[in-house]
């Protein structure tokens, strides 16, 4: 049975909650710290993080953008994907990822909202982005992020058609999030 694609954020918290609650996968460590590797992606130079600040976590994601309909055109909603380490084949879920943007930690808890600083666009998927941490909450994982990086986006990208009313639209999306804290 293939997984579904969560549509709302009321999904995608739920499910998150029920990671939180069921704990770490037994063998897996619940650290989140990926390093990159050869396939991390090139940055583009408007998307560097500033320095002063280092990476401590590197994670994959799958979701939606959903967009709705506002006078005629698409606009972006909310987006909703469940993250996990870069390098875990088993797509362990460790983090959400809903309207703010924020992104939860299912791990510990910790949370970052973050503001788009500068966007890179992509011909076929949503821009790359690098974002600045405006809230934080929590000692774990997200607690100290200054910095988030949205990289290798694949999908994701508002319908070029018009549209009519209060219609919605859910469009599949992945995307590399780079977590950056400052220097210790």
Known sequence: MKPAIWTTQAAVVLAGAAVMLAGPVSGHAASPTARPDATTPPVPDRLKVPAGNEPVAFLAAKGVQTYACTKGSWTLLEPAATLW???????TPVAIHTRGPVWV???????????????????????????????????????????????????????T???????????????????YTPHR
């Open 85 to 91: 380490k870069s390098d875990d084949s088993r797509h």
């Open 105 to 159: 930690s299912t791990i510990d808890g910790s949370a970052v909202n973050a503001a788009v600083v500068a966007s890179a666009p992509h011909k076929d998927a949503v821009p790359e982005l690098l974002l600045k941490a405006t809230a934080n909450r929590g000692d774990g994982l997200f607690g100290k992020v200054s910095y988030v990086q949205r990289l290798s986006t694949s999908g994701g990208r508002a319908p």
């Open 161 to 179: 058609t018009a549209c009519t009313g209060t219609s919605q639209t859910s469009i599949p999306y992945s995307a590399l999030y780079v977590f």
